[in-house]
């Protein structure tokens, strides 16, 4: 939406006093179909009636559009920020505004935030669950768990790893393995152009040349820029405060998501199953795969959440791995039950 006009400020420009004494200027502007005539004595200005009537029916206006067509989710001063309120009177007319569209129902308040609202969105996409029958995605995931679970369009995959638990090394490998056919889109947070360079070439018979896939530096709000009908891979979602949000910016890219899928990677703190969000990070995801390090022996791969599988239920199996040169996946061990006594001992949320 384009900015909008600063009347004051244009009002002010054709008006500015010629030297600090008291002087009374008229000035006014023409719009279309609008007229303002302001007054301004010393350093203060005074709207007549009928153009403080018009300019207060205008910007009404156009705050209301700038919350309607805008961000969704807003706190009020970021309406005072855009169209530069600074009286009691404009605040108070910004006040009305809000009010005005919460009473019709238009926006809703954050009852644990102040100052915060919410556009309320009644769109209804109907599911037509009777004429089409939805075939899974095809992809290939590491520790053959795309043997063990369903994934479908629209899907989220999460991998929650601690730090150096080899979230990285899985994702390029997902890369690898899923170039054929597909378009991938991968966001990374951390490396540039050097690092990519540099994991990339560790993989043994693989040239620069043979990697087809797009890489772009992100670190937020990845709903704006993800392929709908694409393979989208994300590393890593960052949130360094108000970690209860991860469940929102998960619902953010799910929403967003028509035919494509989006693999998410998050950081995990020790000793943790899940990832930071814990249980609100795990509403969207169909598969939810937790990494920890295992010492010596290398890292640990659990499934935390999987909703659709093949088979056996695999919720809560593990399988230790390591990972060699930087790249090549080694499975250690087969998926299997933990004893649940070691397991409680280890992990917690």
Request: with cysteine.
């Amino acid at each position: 939406m384009p900015a909008p006009e600063d009347f004051k400020a244009k009002l002010l420009e054709k008006t500015r006093l010629a030297s600090d004494t008291q002087r009374t200027h008229t000035a006014q502007r023409t719009q279309p179909n609008h007229h303002y005539s302001a007054t301004i004595i010393g350093d203060q200005q005074i709207l007549s009636s009928d153009s403080a009537k018009d300019f207060s029916n205008n910007m009404s206006h156009q705050i209301r559009e700038w919350i309607l067509e805008g961000p969704g989710k807003f706190h009020v001063s970021e309406i005072d920020k855009e169209f530069d309120l600074r009286t009691r009177r404009e605040k108070n007319l910004r006040s009305r505004v809000v009010c005005d569209l919460q009473l019709n129902n238009n926006i809703e308040r954050n009852t644990s935030k102040k100052g915060y609202y919410e556009v309320i969105d009644t769109t209804l996409e109907k599911i037509n669950f009777k004429n089409k029958e939805e075939q899974p995605y095809s992809l290939w995931l590491p520790f053959d768990l795309h043997r063990m679970v369903k994934i479908f369009p629209k899907n989220i995959i999460v991998i929650a790893g601690e730090p150096n638990a080899g979230k990285t090394a899985l994702l390029l490998n997902i890369v690898r393995n899923n170039m054929a056919g597909k378009e991938i889109v991968y966001f990374s947070s951390e490396m540039g152009e050097s690092e990519f360079h540099e994991r990339l070439s560790k993989f043994e018979g693989m040239d620069m040349d043979d990697w087809d896939f797009e890489p772009y530096e992100r670190s937020e709000a990845f709903h704006h820029v993800l392929r709908p009908d694409g393979f989208n891979i994300i590393d890593f979602l960052e949130v360094h405060e108000d970690f209860y949000a991860v469940g929102g910016r998960l619902r953010e890219i799910h929403d967003k998501l028509k035919n494509g899928i989006a693999i998410v990677a998050v950081q995990k703190n020790p000793g943790c199953r899940a990832g930071l969000g814990g249980g609100r990070g795990m509403e969207k995801p169909r598969l939810y795969i937790s990494l920890s390090e295992n010492g010596s022996r290398g890292g640990i791969c659990e499934v935390v959440k999987a909703k659709s599988y093949l088979g056996p239920n695999p919720n809560g199996k593990q399988l230790e791995f390591s990972i060699k040169d930087g790249w090549q996946i080694l499975s250690n061990t087969v998926w299997h039950y933990p004893d649940r006594t070691d397991r409680n001992n280890k992990h917690q949320y």
